[in-house]
């Protein structure tokens, strides 16, 4: 396994913070920042991912260069092309 550092930029305004929240408002869906990750994370590895953030926003903050890891349950990640995880890590550029 993998550590996977995260740095990450978002716009909270649509969301309820960052930590997920395993339950509802009054029956409807709370939307978190580290829910939508894990839950692509999951679509991209097949597999619960647990995302582990630096430090937490309330609902509606926005947040620059924040730090967030989770352990990747694969060895090692190619660079091919056609690899989604190259697609997903790589996605801004980042020359590593």
Known sequence: MRNI??????DGTDFCGWQRQDFSDKG??????????????QK???????????????????????????FCPVDS???????PCVKFFFAAGHPH
């Open 44 to 70: 991209l590895f097949k597999t619960h991912i647990t995302l582990y953030g630096s430090g937490r926003t309330d609902s509606g903050v926005h947040a620059a260069a924040q730090a967030a890891n989770f």
């Open 77 to 83: 990640i190619t660079r091919k092309k056609n690899n």
């Open 5 to 10: 550092l995260l740095t990450l930029s978002y």
């Open 28 to 41: 409807k869906a709370v939307r978190t920042v580290q829910g939508e990750i894990e839950k692509a994370l």
